[in-house]
């Protein structure tokens, strides 16, 4: 590979790039239209496209694509050559900036939870000039990607970027609002910053083509754990394999090509489980990043032969994989206010910001933990360095007695505690603010939150627009306070707020292990919610308070709101529609003849011993493990059956939610049953007759 300064951004078209190509009166009404200070007009969007257009030939591009984020998790693209023929019938490029702002797509094809009819199918794509276009694609047939929103006729939102970017504008609004009331002449940006931590795991291609419930359903429904799994902790931060090494050179590769900056790469705890992690950027970039790094991720995988699994709980006994989304908020000039070393006696903006993100969190922790309700995240959440259902604030013991004492103590920037181990020349290491507690499902990390809850196939959209709505909407409350109350010292002003809130939602922060059961009725006491699944969890989206705090913040109408729990509980459906489906094939077509052939093996052996020999008790052991092994068949076949006279009864329900409901009681527990007695089998039959890869070949042998 080249010196990577020089792979970085050549595939991304920059706003270096743009300003290069385009006159200055030109970039300067872009840079405007980009602040929200002017309208982008078609002349000045047909120059960029024209400019655009030739970076992208002269890259090698032939066509271009508006690529977009519908409610499916995934990412949408379809594409057009720059070909065109003139009026003298000679070919040459042409792309207008009509092309460049508008796209259309079918909306009645994607997800929509109603909004649009079978009929009603005209949708239009439109350009999102704050994240950079950039190429993808084989050398000399490459597509000019240009980030877009999606939305319908109407302009509702069918995807996942409109939410987020109304939540961008209303979080970054009221923070530039409260930065203004605390300091009268503060005049900067503000901006919502975002870095996430993707894992993942990768499997050999070959196995993962021969189950058909990892290639379907992102998980093995089967599975019998071997004698080795994580407990031995060799595999975190171990040595990276050399055929890995070569996946994640080339990945690093593709990603600094179009501006994605992926700063690190470790074995993570689980065998064959591995972790990237993206630089900081704007909340909507980031995002963006996300999607393609996911995207790659697959690609990059399969030309190494191997299979990358995104879901959240691929193999049960092992962890499962997260996105690790590390949330925050900035100055322009890169002041982070989450940063406790501005907090001084004179200067509490720090406080008003952390008190504002813990209340939000507090009273919408249903709809935090709404965001994360997938079926895959029901099989992580709760164990195995996943943060359990409860949603709880972790601070550390430094900003917990801050707030125990707001008023009463004296705050005063501190020298740095340096930790002493004890050896000889050997440099001392300054501490953080607070410890780690990786139980937390949100927690303080030094200058932001890391939200632990995600799953690693979900996009991280959903989660952040829901932090910034929760964060904008108190503190837009705490401003309409400072700004109306009669008391003109705004200290004490900020200090009676902090101190009065501090008291009614104190109840969130927990900094204790959150796997321990004490935990669960310790929340119960608080009155935290505590919903276990997606079933539970779902309902959320339609709570008026949720429905209002849309609605007041401009994020997300009802409507947009209501058709996202239809979504969401149609994918529910969907996913244990497969998962059942699979396990159903498999058990009865891959599984029960390799029983078949195993217990008629059993037997002959078990009748020419008995003819050779003629003394019963050789034969007793074999005798009981061939009993053994034809119970469990009989209990495969009942438990078969029964799943599909269920599944067959659960198609005639229409309410989806009931659907939903139904499944999860009826289905879920028989899926769980059944693989009890196929990992006992797979134990009991031949390695030689065993019919599809265990879990030995697909955690260890890479």
Known sequence: MKNMLDVFGTCCFTELELKKRVPNSIFKTFKAVQRGEAELSLEIADVIANC??????????????????????????????????????????????????????????????????????????????????????EEGSKSLYIPTAFVGYKGEALDKKVPLLRSIDFVTEQSQRMRKILNKNSQEKIINTLGIEQEYFLVEKKFWEKRQDLMLSGRTVFGSLPPKGQELNDHYYGTIKERVEKFMNELDKELWQ?????????????????????MFSTAN??????????????????????????????????????????WSLSTENGENLLDPESLTEDNLDFLVYLMAIIEGVDRYAGLLRTTCATPGNDHRLGGHEAPPAIISVFLGEALDKILDNIGNISIENQEPHLLEIGVKNFPRIPKDVSDRNRTSPFAFTGNKFEFRMPGSSAS??????????????????????????QE???KANVIKLLK????????????????????????????????????????VYLRKDIISLFENSKVLTKTE??????????????????????????????????????????????????????????????KAHLIKLLTYKEKLKTILSQIESLLTKGNKINDLYEKAVYLDKEIVPLLNSLKIYVDA??????????????????????
Request: aromatic content about 10%; glycine content about 6%.
């Open 681 to 702: 089998l797979e134990l009991q039959v031949s390695k030689d007759l065993w019919p599809i890869p265990t879990y030995e070949d697909l955690l260890f042998k890479l």
């Open 258 to 278: 179009i501006g994605i900056i992926a700063k690190t790469k470790h074995n993570e705890v689980a065998p064959n489980q591995f972790e990237i992690a993206l």
């Open 561 to 622: 709101l209501e058709s996202r729990y239809t979504v969401y509980c149609e994918r529910y459906i969907k996913q244990i529609y497969i998962e059942a489906t699979s396990a159903v094939r498999i058990a009865r077509g891959e599984i029960y003849p390799a029983i078949i052939k195993h217990s008629t093996l059993m037997a002959n052996n078990i009748n020419a011993i008995r003819s050779a020999i003629g003394i019963e008790e050789v034969i007793g052991a074999d």
């Open 52 to 137: 655009v257009k030739n970076w992208a030939i002269e890259n090698g591009a032939t066509h271009f694509t508006h690529w977009f984020q519908p409610l499916t998790e995934l990412t949408a693209e379809k594409h057009d050559s720059f070909i065109a023929i003139g009026t003298d019938g000679a070919v040459l490029s042409q792309f207008s900036g009509k092309e460049l702002i508008k796209g259309e797509a079918d909306t009645s094809s994607f997800p929509n939870g109603g909004i649009r009819s079978t009929f009603e199918a005209r949708g239009y794509t439109a350009w999102d000039l704050q994240s950079p276009m950039f190429l993808r694609g």
């Open 488 to 490: 003109k010292n705004i």
């Open 500 to 539: 009065d809130r501090y008291k009614k939602h104190k109840k969130v922060i927990f900094s204790g292990n959150g796997y321990d059961n004490l935990w669960v009725i310790e929340a119960e006491k608080r009155g935290l919610e505590n919903l276990t699944k997606t079933v539970e969890a779902l309902p």
């Open 460 to 485: 991280a959209s959903t989660p952040v627009f829901v932090i910034n709505t929760i964060v904008g909407t108190v503190l837009k409350e705490y401003g309409d306070y400072l700004e109306n109350t």
């Open 285 to 326: 970039v980031a995002v963006d990043q996300n999607q393609l790094t996911m995207d790659i991720i697959k690609k990059v995988a399969n030309r190494h032969e191997l299979a990358a699994l995104l879901h959240e709980k691929p193999f049960e006994g092992v962890n499962g994989s997260g996105k690790h989304c590390n």
